[in-house]
């Protein structure tokens, strides 16, 4: 008989569900990498104003 195809519509939402999820993840890691990078950048920028 095998599985019931009546939850393709379950299983698809699902799975977008989980992408958008580590889309979101994603854009999160890189705005603070790029923060990071900023904050990095504007320190030694001081301590070579400081020097």
Do not use: C, H, V
Not at 14 to 37: G, H, L, T
Request: aromatic share 4%; no cysteine; glycine share 4%.
């Amino acid at each position: 008989m095998g599985k019931p195809m009546y939850n393709f519509g379950k299983n698809a939402k699902e799975k977008a569900k989980q992408q958008k999820q580590m889309d979101k993840a994603e854009k999160r890691r890189i705005a603070k990498q790029s923060r990071d990078n900023i904050k990095s950048s504007e320190l030694n920028e001081d301590t070579n104003n400081a020097e």
